[in-house]
């Protein structure tokens, strides 16, 4: 009977995974007591109050995180590419379990945290034990899915957990720890999805295996053909659909609001144990960092779309003939002038207005990621239609361009 | 069908190309001829895609270029274009290199495997197939980007200066043949420019005359032959076609000498 209660307990955890945490435990304790004990020989009495470090907790932590990766990462096909190329040549499938363990939580994991938090019931950092755990745990899965595009389960998890620094400023221990574990829901449901997908196509295909070296770009070696000429842009799906557009803009926009809502607390934290009172740093701030967010959204549009491509005809060319606006090249700009704009327009106008700053970042932030990943044309459009000179920026291809221009 | 139609691209001030109108039909073999900086590069540029012209456009097949998405992703797989400096992943082996390209253009493993083993020997390219691409000379890499170019099997080759860099006389010869063939045999469509007029005569079915960024003359052999009233080589009717004040110019020279 113990034997078997013994087997359904380990079986989610690493090998001799037990044995592993009583050895290391002994010997930390062991570890711990002769340094102090050499300290005390060596300084006499320690301080009253002298804060001793724990090697049993903080071996169990280390423990605990070890537990998570194994977890996570150790054991999953999604990271262990030698360990998927081998299942997909079983009959294994995602109704039946992984053969090296379960990734997915299971009822044992609850007992076994809930074990760990009874044996270090009267350490005030408690808490530590499950978030040792459960942080590196939702962290490594949410990456898979996001790898597998398990956008909507990925964005909750990282949403949920960029909550964490206000609950703790806030002092609200038990808020956080729920909040984790809805993060952990998350994730799980996100690496259900992903199982669910099962056979992955993560190997990419031969027809993308050329490749150029930094060092070919760097001296040109590099040039049009057949760099870009058959397959940039082989994809006419666009990177994001709107539905995933309007997720990441709601995710950006819910990052934005955890940013501020910290921000304040960490301000009403200093302003009390200063005894001032709360400035209001994010009203005075948000109108200067969305200008900066929005520059920089808007040139990461643009670089990602103007960089391999030249202007049809020179500026010079533009204003000689008359071209002053060339549709459609131009239409390029009008994304990245967008971005700007909102990041520039929108958070004066609402705090003008009165609008809360949380309320004021998070469209703020939503409307700039909207515009820069959601404007049209998409990437895929524009690189097979867009009015440019194919070209890539590197000095030698710029003389190219310029050969072709004079022959 | 290639059409161009109404074709005008200058990149500053100066115009390259003309209001350019021309037709190519299904498996001819055309070369573009003219003097230097006239705009033939510029015109092939034009149809491969690497250009969007000021106005004017290119149809593949009734297909307008860079119109539509699908439509330019269509024509992209139709058209096999080398310049006249093509790039070449120089760290990669010459046979990774063909097999690499012929993927792009959805070419079976086996088929390719096979199809590249046949170019290299047509270039006599065997004994160096799996050297990396730095280690071969100039003429070498010109011949690995034509395999390159001719391993896709696409309709339509577009080709800029395909004899020059350093080609060889084997070269030259093979890759006429196989030009000849191509577009004789499987219908393939051949656009090529090239400065030097004496290596088209025997195969080219068709010859546009490029000068100061319009056609010239778009005709057969024959036909350029009768309108320059010459009945010799192709190369003294384009004398006459192409470069009249260059024949002036030899003239006025030494007769200005008193010789």
Redesign the interface.
């Known amino acids: 009977m113990i034997k078997r209660i013994a087997e359904w307990l380990t079986a989610t955890l690493p090998p001799n995974f037990l044995k592993l945490v009583l050895v290391g435990a002994i010997f930390f304790w062991g570890l711990e007591r002769s340094f102090y004990t050499l300290l005390q020989l060596e300084i006499g009495q320690l301080p009253d109050d002298f804060q001793q470090v724990s090697g049993p907790r903080v071996w169990l932590l280390c423990c605990l995180v070890g537990w998570a990766t194994w977890r996570a990462y150790m054991i999953n096909p999604i990271y262990q590419s030698r360990f998927r190329a081998w299942l997909e040549t079983t009959p294994w499938n995602p109704g039946g379990q992984l053969p090296f363990g379960r990734i997915e939580l299971a009822s044992q994991d609850a007992v076994c945290l809930s074990a760990a938090m009874i044996a270090f019931w009267h350490w005030p950092g408690s808490l530590w034990v499950p978030l040792a755990f459960l942080l590196p745990f939702i962290a490594i899965l949410t990456f898979a899915n996001s790898v597998k595009k398990q956008y909507v389960a990925a964005g909750t998890a990282v949403g949920l957990l960029t909550m964490l620094p206000v609950l703790a400023l806030a002092m609200q221990p038990l808020l956080a720890l729920a909040c984790v574990c809805a993060a952990a829901a998350a994730s799980e449901w996100g690496w259900r999805s992903t199982l669910r997908d099962y056979p992955w196509e993560l190997v990419p295909?031969?027809?993308f295996?050329?490749?150029?070296?930094k060092q070919?770009e760097a001296d040109g070696?590099?040039?049009?053909?057949?760099?870009v000429?058959?397959?940039r842009?082989?994809q006419?799906a666009p990177l994001l659909n709107g539905r995933e557009t309007l997720l990441l803009a709601g995710f950006c926009g819910w990052l934005a609001v955890n940013a501020t809502m910290t921000i304040n607390s960490m301000e009403e934290h200093d302003a009390v144990m200063q005894n001032r009172p709360v400035a209001d740093v994010v009203h005075r701030a948000l109108p200067l960092v969305a200008g900066g967010v929005g520059l920089i959204a808007a040139l990461i549009r643009l670089y990602s779309y103007a960089i391999w491509c030249a202007w049809?005809?020179?500026l010079?060319?533009r204003i000689?003939?008359g071209?002053f606006f060339i549709p459609?090249?131009d239409r390029v700009f009008i994304a990245p002038l967008m971005t700007l704009a909102a990041g520039l327009i929108i958070p004066r106008v609402l705090l003008l207005l009165g609008a809360p700053t949380a309320a004021t970042a998070f469209v703020t932030m939503f409307v700039i990621v909207l515009a820069a990943a959601g404007m049209r044309p998409t990437l895929?459009?524009w690189s097979?239609?867009?009015?440019?000179?194919?070209m890539l920026h590197t000095p030698v291809d710029k003389r190219?361009t310029r050969?072709?221009?004079?022959? | 069908m290639i059409r161009v139609v109404n074709l005008t691209q200058h990149y500053g001030v100066r115009p390259v190309l003309k209001n350019v109108s021309l037709e190519i039909p299904t498996g001819e073999l055309v070369t573009i001829l003219g003097p230097n900086g006239m705009g033939k590069s510029t015109l092939l540029a034009a149809m491969a895609g690497l250009l969007a012209p000021q106005e004017g456009y290119v149809e593949f097949d009734g297909v307008r270029r860079r119109s539509s998405p699908a439509g330019e992703l269509a024509i992209r797989r139709q058209v096999a274009y080398l310049p006249d400096a093509p790039w070449l992943p120089l760290t990669r082996t010459g046979r990774e290199f063909l097999m690499a390209v012929g993927g792009l253009y959805d070419r079976k493993p086996s088929h390719r495997m096979q199809h590249a083993e046949r170019l290299l020997k047509l270039f006599n390219l065997t004994e160096q197939a799996d050297w990396a691409m730095r280690s071969y000379s100039a003429g070498q890499q010109k011949k690995i980007a034509l395999c390159g170019t001719l391993i896709t099997e696409a309709p339509y080759l577009l080709l800029d200066e395909p004899f020059s860099g350093g080609l060889d006389p084997a070269g030259i010869l093979a890759l006429k043949r196989v030009l000849e063939r191509l577009a004789a045999c499987d219908k393939r469509t051949v656009v090529m420019t090239t400065p030097v007029p004496e290596l088209i005569e025997t195969f080219s079915e068709r010859i546009v005359i490029i000068k100061d960024g319009q056609v010239a003359a778009n005709d057969t052999v024959v036909g350029l032959k009768a309108a320059a009233g010459v009945d010799g080589p192709l190369e003294l009717a384009l004398e006459k076609l192409m470069y009249p004040e260059t024949l002036e110019n030899i003239e006025s020279y030494f007769t200005e000498e008193g010789l």
């Open positions: 295909t031969s027809k295996q050329i490749d150029v070296t070919q070696s590099c040039a049009w053909w057949p760099l000429h058959p397959w842009g082989t006419i049809p005809i020179s010079h060319g000689k003939t071209r459609g090249y895929a459009t097979l239609t867009g009015e440019y000179r194919l190219r050969q072709v221009a004079t022959n």
